[in-house]
């Protein structure tokens, strides 16, 4: 594959679109916890193993070194398990909020 070409994938409870030097997914992977707001990667929260958990957006964006995470609470879509729309959303939101500049 080339280094320029971007890649998408998705599963029933995640999906992604990669490229160069960064990347956008949404999924279990990343998730909060419902009861105490905790950030957890594919786990229970420590101090509520049975609460719901809110599946997450994320953004890796090249020269930006903090990870971007916005639950679905936030994304203004309707089902949590449509994690192709969700990530759609998320890029929404990506493109909607930062100042993008093209670099030729
Ligand atoms: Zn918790």
Same mark, same amino acid.
Not at 23 to 41: M, P, S
């Given at each position: 594959?080339?280094?320029?070409?971007?890649?998408? $994938?998705?599963?029933?409870? $995640?999906?992604? @679109?990669?490229?160069?030097?960064?990347?956008? !997914? !949404?999924? $279990?992977?990343? %998730?909060? =916890?419902?009861?105490?707001?905790?950030? %957890?990667?594919?786990?229970?929260?420590?101090?509520?193993?049975?609460?719901?958990?809110?599946? =997450?957006?994320?953004?890796? @964006?090249?020269?930006?070194?903090?990870?971007?995470?916005?639950?679905? %609470?936030? #994304?203004?879509?309707?089902?949590?398990?449509?994690?192709?729309?969700? #990530?759609?959303?998320?890029?929404?939101?990506?493109?909607?909020? $930062?100042?993008?500049? @093209?670099?030729?």
């Amino acid at each position: 594959m080339s280094v320029n070409k971007p890649d998408f $994938y998705y599963a029933s409870d $995640y999906a992604g @679109l990669t490229f160069k030097d960064g990347g956008f !997914y !949404y999924g $279990y992977e990343h %998730n909060i =916890c419902q009861e105490c707001g905790n950030k %957890n990667n594919g786990e229970s929260c420590e101090n509520h193993v049975d609460a719901d958990r809110y599946w =997450c957006f994320t953004a890796k @964006l090249p020269n930006i070194e903090k990870m971007i995470v916005i639950p679905f %609470n936030f #994304l203004g879509t309707k089902d949590m398990f449509d994690v192709v729309a969700n #990530l759609n959303m998320g890029i929404g939101w990506i493109l909607a909020k $930062y100042n993008l500049v @093209l670099h030729t």
